[in-house]
Nanobody, 115 residues
Framework: QVQLVESGGGLVQAGGSLRLSCAAS????????MGWYRQAPGKQRELVAI???????NYADSVKGRFTISGDTAKNTVYLQMNSLKPEDTAVYYC?????????WGQGTQVTVSS
């Protein structure tokens, strides 16, 4: 399994910004895609954004225009820039990495947006 370490969560007021980082290590197989998911209390985990090894991106409708996912292949790191945050963005955010044989998750980082 790829090891993923997330950072950058915290408490922010509505309208503010946060940047999440996820560093991957112990990579044996090529990572095909990395993404961010989130899970709010009482809700299912949902996709926030994903970026493929070719640079293609996809976003949940709820974050389009506010969040940007990017990657630094040299550092094996993926970022999630979150702007114009809303209280409904409050959740635990999880990093995910997929290879041809593995699907790995980070430990999660809490993002709390106050109104």
């Amino acid at each position: 399994q790829v090891q993923l370490v997330e950072s950058g969560g915290g408490l922010v007021q509505a309208g503010g910004s946060l940047r999440l980082s996820c560093a991957a290590s112990k990579i044996i197989f090529v990572i095909n895609a990395m993404g961010w998911y989130r899970q709010a209390p009482g809700k299912q985990r949902e996709l926030v954004a994903i970026i493929t090894s070719g640079g293609s991106t996809n976003y949940a409708d709820s974050v389009k225009g506010r969040f940007t996912i990017s990657g630094d292949t040299a550092k094996n790191t993926v970022y999630l820039q979150m702007n114009s945050l809303k209280p409904e963005d409050t959740a635990v955010y999880y990093c995910n990495a997929r290879t041809i044989v593995t699907n790995s998750w980070g430990q999660g980082t809490q993002v709390t947006v106050s109104s």
